[in-house]
Each structure stands twice: as structure tokens, then as C-alpha cells.
């Protein structure tokens, strides 16, 4: 029996199926963005743990910032007795905030946990019920945040039904037809058949959508957003869990647009590998609640937010927003010319170094090959690199290596992938 099969025997017989697993690589150590197994094989990780990697496994500022926290206390929760690392983290969080008002900044745990907690809170501040989101969207796995996900399967199927008034709009996706004007004129049939625009709480999107497909919102469309918004005093939320942390070149993916939402949801690479989760917004908006109404009982841990801050003086001393540029170009120039290559490639999207395939069967008919897709990050894995896909199709390959990996291993990273796209032809 081959160590992959007894891997996903074991798996298969103690963890229940739905936490899938396609790729069977036991994780024994890891730096950067390289993974060993318990064999010494080596991956590249063009993963990063999806997206919480940008500043690398294990970075050694992080690492020494969490042993420190470790030998003064683990966990008090900040409700009972606050601790510097939160206080100091919300400050840190309130400046750099693509947002000029006076903002507040709430630590969580998980994705989901920030975006509930922002539906929450738009609730509050607006006394609205209804949300908004787009199609082909990644919220979360509890309950809202998939009524808000657009994605059914294998997201939402058989877990309905989904809390109400939340609604779809399509998501101006320009490789299968999407546009500003058509999103925009949905929104505004929306308001006439679906729900008015006085009783919305919030309209809540990535400015790139992550596991559906790395498809960039236009610029332009963010801006109107904003504007039909103010229009019928709505809040703006920008889902920043995947954007989030510098992988598009700018700490917040919504600043490309120079639009300020009234809310940011943030998550993933915040915490540098470690779980953190969080909502900054308007300190006015984020006043709203009550005293007791948000929280946790390992709301923004200790440990994560010492994590945090490590990542951020990451960010200012190895200068990692010019370095996700530079990655993002060599990775963009690498993709374009293997789609010269290979016809399997149907598009080549993304903004900064959050960059994806899509492969299709046919480009003229853009008929989806998730086989493909599958098959491609299986193939990789024997080739040592590791892949995620993504995409409402599952037909996207998409990449989120660590932002500190050296040109060359981004190169040899992608060699791999190329190598792996000659297999499958
Ligand atoms: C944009 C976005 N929002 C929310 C989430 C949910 O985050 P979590 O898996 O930490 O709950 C994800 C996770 O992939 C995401 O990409």
C-alpha cells in the first residue's frame, strides 16, 4: 500500500468526507514557501494554507513575537481582563484603514465570524434587514455567510434553508459576459422587484472574488457601488479576507479603486498563520452596538494578535507591498505566455500577485474544465508544487504563493506548472 493511499485511507475512515481533502501530503515541516513531507519531499506552496501565508510559513519576527506571548499568557479573553497586543493591533489597523473618518477595529477568530459580525453590525447601524451580494461570491461556511456565498455546490447545496432577506446580484464578471452597466442595471431592477433600497443594511463584495475565481470587480463598478450607496444610505462592505494583507499590491484590494467602504472584513494572512479575524470600520457605524452585543470567547486571541503585529512591521522592513508588484509581474508574464502555449487556457486574470488560470475545454465556447482544473493540481503535487483551485465552475487554478518567496522560487514554481500543463495536453 503506497503512502497516499494509507493517507487518505486514514483520512476517509476518522474525518467526515465533507472536509475534502484532494491533495494527500502529510505536512511535517515548513519554511517560506516551501513544505516538507514526513519523507523529505519537498513543495513549493502556491497555496500559502489559502491565502494566510502572504508573509511566508513560519516567518522568524512572527515566530518571536508568538514565543514571547506564549511565555507571558495565553488567553484571558479581552472581555475579562484586555491585553496591550488587541489595543495595539485595533490602533495599528485604525491607521492604515483605507478609510478617512475615525474608524474602530474589532478582533474574531475565523472569516465567516468577521463577515456575520459585519452583517451584524450593519443591522445595528442602519435598522435594515436586508444584505446584499454578488454571484460566484465566498463568504464563509456558517449560516449568513453562506446565505451570502454564491456559490452553490459544494458550498450551499443541502444546507438551506439560509437566514432571509439576503439577495444576489450578478458579479460584473467581463470573462463570461459580466459588465459594470449590467450589474448595475440588475441592482436597480433588484430594487424594484426584489427588495426597495430603503430597507438594505449593506452590499457586501470582494474587490476580487477569491474562491470564485480571482474575477476583479471593475474599478469603475466599485465607484458606482459606492455612489448608488450614499444614494439609499446603504453601507459598504468590502470582503478584503482573500484581497486582504497586501496580495494585490496595496494593503486593501478596494484602494485600487480609491473607494472607501464603511466596513472591511479581514481575516487569513492578518494573523501570519495564525487563526485572527477582523471588522474595521466607520467609528460611527462600529458605535452602534450596545455594550456585550459583539465578541468572543477567543475573539482575538493573544497569541494571534502578537502574531498580527509582527506581520505588519514584515510588511513596512521588507517593503512586501513592492515585493507582491514585482511578484505579481513575474507570475502575470510566466501565465501569459503559457496560454500562448497551451489552449486549455482560457483566461489569465487577477490584480497584483493574486493571479489565476481559468481552463476551459474550447476557448471560442469557454465551456469549464474543472476535470482539468482537478486533474492539473493532483498532477503538480507529484511534481512538487502545490495548487488550489477555485472558480464557480471549479476550472480555476489559482495562485497564492507566499509574497516573500525569492523570484527564483516563484520561477521554479511556475517551471513546474508548465511542465504540469505539458502532461495534461
Ligand atoms: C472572501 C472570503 N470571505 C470569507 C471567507 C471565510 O473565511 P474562513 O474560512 O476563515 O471562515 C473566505 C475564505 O476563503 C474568503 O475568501
Redesign the pocket.
Known amino acids: 500500500m503506497s503512502i497516499a493511499t494509507s493517507l487518505s485511507e486514514r483520512i476517509a475512515a476518522a474525518i467526515p468526507r465533507g472536509v475534502s481533502v484532494p491533495i494527500p501530503i502529510l505536512a511535517h515541516h515548513a519554511s517560506g514557501a516551501e513544505i516538507w513531507d514526513a519523507d523529505g519531499r519537498r513543495y513549493i506552496d502556491f497555496a500559502g494554507g489559502?491565502?494566510v501565508l502572504n508573509v511566508g510559513h513560519r516567518h522568524p519576527n512572527v515566530i518571536a513575537a508568538v514565543q514571547a506571548q506564549l511565555e507571558a499568557f495565553t488567553h484571558t479573553c479581552f472581555g475579562v481582563v484586555p491585553y496591550e497586543p488587541y489595543i495595539k493591533l485595533a490602533e495599528r489597523m485604525n491607521q492604515i484603514a483605507p478609510i478617512a473618518a475615525p474608524t474602530k477595529t474589532i478582533f474574531l477568530t475565523?472569516?465567516?465570524?468577521?463577515?456575520e459580525n459585519a452583517v451584524k453590525i450593519a443591522r445595528h447601524a442602519t435598522k435594515r434587514s436586508a444584505i446584499i451580494s454578488f454571484t460566484g461570491?465566498?463568504?464563509?461556511?456558517?449560516l449568513m455567510?453562506l446565505a451570502l456565498t454564491g456559490k452553490v455546490n459544494p458550498y450551499k447545496a443541502g444546507f438551506g434553508p439560509f437566514p432571509a432577506d439576503t439577495f444576489h446580484a450578478p458579479f460584473p464578471d467581463a470573462y463570461r459576459g459580466g459588465s459594470t452597466e449590467k450589474s448595475l442595471a440588475a441592482l436597480e431592477t433588484m430594487f424594484k422587484s426584489a427588495v426597495e433600497a430603503s430597507r438594505v443594511a449593506a452590499i457586501i463584495i470582494?474587490p476580487v472574488q477569491?474562491?470564485g475565481g480571482f474575477s476583479v470587480a471593475p474599478f469603475e463598478f466599485l465607484r458606482e457601488l459606492r455612489e448608488l450607496c450614499d444614494r439609499h444610505g446603504i453601507l459598504l462592505i468590502a470582503?478584503e479576507?482573500?484581497?486582504g494583507f497586501g496580495r494585490t499590491g496595496r494593503m486593501f484590494a478596494i484602494e485600487h479603486a480609491g473607494v472607501e467602504p464603511d466596513l472591511i472584513?479581514i481575516?487569513?494572512s492578518l494573523g501570519g498563520g495564525f487563526p485572527l479575524?477582523g471588522v474595521i470600520g466607520r467609528a460611527a457605524v462600529m458605535d452602534s452596538v450596545a455594550p456585550g452585543g459583539l465578541g468572543g470567547t477567543f475573539a482575538g486571541s493573544p497569541v494571534s494578535c502578537a502574531a498580527a503585529l509582527a506581520v505588519l512591521d514584515v510588511f513596512r522592513d521588507e517593503h512586501i507591498l513592492e515585493r507582491a508588484e514585482k511578484q505579481g509581474a513575474l507570475i502575470r508574464s510566466r501565465l501569459h505566455a503559457m496560454r500562448d502555449q497551451f489552449p486549455i487556457i482560457g483566461d489569465v486574470r487577477g490584480l497584483g500577485a493574486m493571479l489565476a488560470i481559468e481552463l476551459v475545454r474550447d476557448r471560442a465556447s469557454k465551456e469549464p474544465a474543472p476535470e482539468l482544473a482537478s486533474r492539473l493540481a493532483v498532477r503538480a503535487s507529484e511534481h512538487g508544487l502545490i495548487l488550489l483551485t477555485a472558480g464557480i465552475y471549479s476550472n480555476v487554478i489559482r495562485i497564492l504563493a507566499p509574497l516573500t518567496a525569492s523570484p527564483e522560487l516563484t520561477d521554479e514554481g511556475l517551471t513546474i506548472l508548465e511542465r504540469t500543463l505539458t502532461d495534461l495536453r
Open positions: 489559502i491565502a475565523t472569516g465567516a465570524e468577521a463577515v461570491g465566498f463568504h464563509g461556511r456558517t455567510a470582494e477569491g474562491e470582503d479576507i482573500q484581497t472584513t481575516a487569513k479575524s
